[in-house]
């Protein structure tokens, strides 16, 4: 899908970016570029990998002329870039309205403009029924790429909604081993607190199957596995092998939520079974044979998908943070 083509990703320096492109490197593309704003993560990431089909680009999605530069010549976009952090985007609300909302405007008219091929839009389970700020920009950025295919454009987008990734930049599992280490402690919000989780290699393995087989317009959910936070945390602990390191609640904080879901009750309206790693979400715009790609597939049987159902046991959790590499 991928051999002779040339590759933006926004955001490129992140962690899903790095994971992303040391996957996309085997498909032979012809040129990947990493558009960030980042100067020294780039100069890491340039030694790190050393390959000449990397191209590095400073910009910032909420510079559209940048964009447009960037997306000169393009087959494929990933559009990773954001600001991600709720506390953040709570306490900055007009910062993430730009870089989530404008910014992520300023990818689609560009892609339109030098007709790329594909836009392939990351998305988070906190755009589902939005608590926080973070969530509500991420929501609106998955209606601007639904609605961009009615748009008369060659160019398809699509959405892929997922919970969070171990080993990002400002993972739980990096937060809480530093804690264990340094403290002996750690801190977490609510004992009752549930998440979506998955390793990084396998979210991105996941998310080429969504720009493989989507059609344009489709927002696709993975379906993570669930663990309660203190179950990780004690999981971490018992790995650590330190002694008297105490857990400690420390309350919610602004714009937090107990469990999350991926899908809400109103898109369970619209949504399939595409597989047993995928819902998709159908929009109930009218975009030009998707709703018929779907037709063979049966709807879903429930009314959301809540980080409260089905949740990974210890031995679970475990089995999943060796995999990651994080045990």
């Given at each position: 899908?991928?051999?002779?083509?040339?590759?933006?990703?926004?955001?490129?320096?992140?962690?899903?970016?790095?994971?992303?492109?040391?996957?996309?490197?085997?498909?032979?593309?012809?040129?990947?570029?990493?558009?960030?704003?980042?100067?020294?993560?780039?100069?890491?990431?340039?030694?790190?990998?050393?390959?000449?089909?990397?191209?590095?680009?400073?910009?910032?999605?909420?510079?559209?002329?940048?964009?447009?530069?960037?997306?000169?010549?393009?087959?494929?976009?990933?559009?990773?870039?954001?600001?991600?952090?709720?506390?953040?985007?709570?306490?900055?609300?007009?910062?993430?309205?730009?870089?989530?909302?404008?910014?992520?405007?300023?990818?689609?008219?560009?892609?339109?403009?030098?007709?790329?091929?594909?836009?392939?839009?990351?998305?988070?389970?906190?755009?589902?029924?939005?608590?926080?700020?973070?969530?509500?920009?991420?929501?609106?950025?998955?209606?601007?790429?639904?609605?961009?295919?009615?748009?008369?454009?060659?160019?398809?987008?699509?959405?892929?909604?997922?919970?969070?990734?171990?080993?990002?930049?400002?993972?739980?599992?990096?937060?809480?081993?530093?804690?264990?280490?340094?403290?002996?402690?750690?801190?977490?919000?609510?004992?009752?607190?549930?998440?979506?989780?998955?390793?990084?290699q396998d979210a991105i393995k996941l998310l080429f199957k969504a720009t493989a087989n989507s059609h344009g317009g489709e927002i696709y959910v993975m379906t993570m596995p669930t663990c309660r936070i203190i179950d990780l945390a004690e999981v971490l602990i018992e790995a650590s092998g330190e002694e008297q390191v105490r857990i400690v609640e420390k309350g919610i904080r602004p714009g937090e939520k107990i469990h999350?879901?991926?899908?809400?009750?109103?898109?369970?309206?619209?949504?399939?079974?595409?597989?047993?790693?995928?819902?998709?979400?159908?929009?109930?715009?009218?975009?030009?044979?998707?709703?018929?790609?779907?037709?063979?597939?049966?709807?879903?049987?429930?009314?959301?998908?809540?980080?409260?159902?089905?949740?990974?046991?210890?031995?679970?959790?475990?089995?999943?943070?060796?995999?990651?590499?994080?045990?």
């Open positions: 899908m991928f051999k002779h083509k040339r590759i933006l990703v926004t955001g490129g320096t992140g962690s899903w970016g790095q994971e992303l492109i040391r996957q996309l490197l085997p498909q032979q593309p012809q040129e990947i570029i990493v558009f960030s704003r980042n100067e020294s993560s780039q100069v890491a990431m340039s030694r790190e990998f050393e390959d000449t089909r990397l191209s590095f680009c400073i910009g910032d999605i909420r510079d559209k002329e940048a964009l447009h530069a960037a997306c000169r010549g393009v087959d494929y976009v990933f559009h990773l870039a954001a600001l991600k952090h709720v506390p953040v985007c709570e306490e900055q609300p007009y910062e993430a309205l730009k870089t989530n909302v404008i910014g992520t405007q300023h990818v689609i008219e560009a892609a339109i403009e030098h007709n790329v091929s594909k836009v392939i839009y990351i998305s988070t389970d906190k755009a589902a029924n939005p608590s926080n700020f973070y969530g509500m920009t991420k929501a609106i950025g998955e209606k601007l790429i639904v609605y961009a295919n009615l748009l008369r454009s060659s160019t398809q987008f699509v959405c892929v909604r997922g919970g969070n990734v171990l080993g990002t930049n400002g993972s739980v599992v990096h937060l809480f081993k530093d804690q264990i280490k340094s403290k002996r402690e750690i801190g977490i919000t609510d004992k009752h607190m549930t998440r979506f989780f998955l390793t990084l999350e879901i991926l899908m809400s009750d109103y898109e369970s309206l619209t949504t399939v079974v595409y597989d047993e790693q995928y819902f998709v979400i159908l929009p109930t715009l009218e975009i030009v044979g998707l709703h018929e790609k779907y037709a063979q597939y049966d709807k879903v049987q429930f009314s959301s998908f809540s980080s409260e159902r089905n949740v990974m046991n210890k031995d679970d959790i475990r089995e999943m943070l060796e995999r990651g590499g994080f045990l």
